[in-house]
């Protein structure tokens, strides 16, 4: 029984909608679990502190039309299995995106866009699998890749293949309209990294999704406007958050917080889908 629910809800997910124009589904993904023994490293203003948290680690799965796209590509395979541990933060991996592709019908080559909210190690960590994607990046952010020393928690060997020019890149400064329909859209959101971003999904049934990157973490550190301490920019990190409040509460999106391990639940567990 088990298996004949999981045909069908991948049948369902895979079959295409009757709406010639509104050919979109989102999957999410595990990548990952951080351990965060030392949570007031989320709040410059001593919010959290004395307070441990388990925060989740997603990335996301688009297909527009048949056009595949990897919203983030989260902790590096060599974490898998590591145990989760008593340093301020510790990260490990379960399963690996590959792996969880193959249950769609999906393979690493398959992945035509990768999209990443930012250069941070958990969002670029599996980069490397997807050897035909042109990689879509904040422009600040792709630039920090080649800087010495390198940035807070910034690890550029996932993405060597794009910054020797082996794979395309493009980068943003701005919003950017991934497909030129309005169905996808990148939203600039810096201050936690000068280059971050955020994703906009205009879903025809679910309707749309707000994927926030590390614009914000956790829903309390976002409802109490919380700033990393080791945020980039503080001011810009603020701005950034009350943007995205601000859309999700005008567009009336599911505002889906990544790292958040309640907050993911607005969304499907994978297999599932959202349409």
């Known amino acids: 029984m088990p298996l004949l629910i999981l045909a069908v809800t991948l049948l369902a997910c895979l079959l295409p909608l009757r709406d ?13 679990a951080i351990q965060v023994n030392d949570l007031d490293l989320f709040s410059d203003t001593f919010h959290f502190a004395g307070r441990q948290k388990r925060l989740a680690n997603s990335c996301y799965l688009l297909r527009h039309d048949d056009v595949w796209m990897l919203w983030d590509a989260g902790l590096p395979e060599s974490l898998l299995g590591a145990p ?39 969002h670029v960590g599996q980069a490397s699998r997807f050897t035909k ?64 971003y955020a994703l906009l999904v205009r879903l025809p049934r679910t309707g749309p999704v707000l994927l926030s990157g590390d614009a914000a973490i956790f829903d309390e550190q976002l409802a109490g406007g919380d700033v990393p301490s080791f945020n980039a920019d503080r001011a810009r990190s603020v701005a950034s958050m009350q943007r995205l409040q601000a859309i999700a509460e005008r567009l009336g999106a599911r505002f889906v917080l990544q790292h958040d391990p309640d907050g993911i639940g607005l969304l499907p567990a994978f297999p599932a889908c959202a349409k």
Not at 137 to 148: E, H, K, W
């Open 133 to 196: 994607a042109r990689l879509l990046m904040g422009q600040a952010d792709f630039a920090a890749l080649s800087t010495d020393p390198l940035p807070f928690a910034v690890d550029p060997r996932p993405l060597d293949a794009w910054m020797r020019g082996e794979r395309p890149v493009e980068t943003a400064t701005g919003d950017r309209d991934v497909f030129g329909d309005g169905s996808v859209v990148m939203l600039a959101v810096p201050g936690h990294t000068p280059g971050s």
């Open 20 to 32: 010639a124009a509104a050919k979109l589904t989102l999957w999410r993904l595990d990548c990952g």
């Open 84 to 122: 989760l541990g008593g340093q301020p933060m510790s990260a490990s991996l379960e399963k690996t995106i590959a792996e969880q592709l193959r249950a769609v019908g999906v393979a690493p080559e398959d992945i035509a866009i990768l999209g990443a909210s930012h250069n941070h190690f958990d």
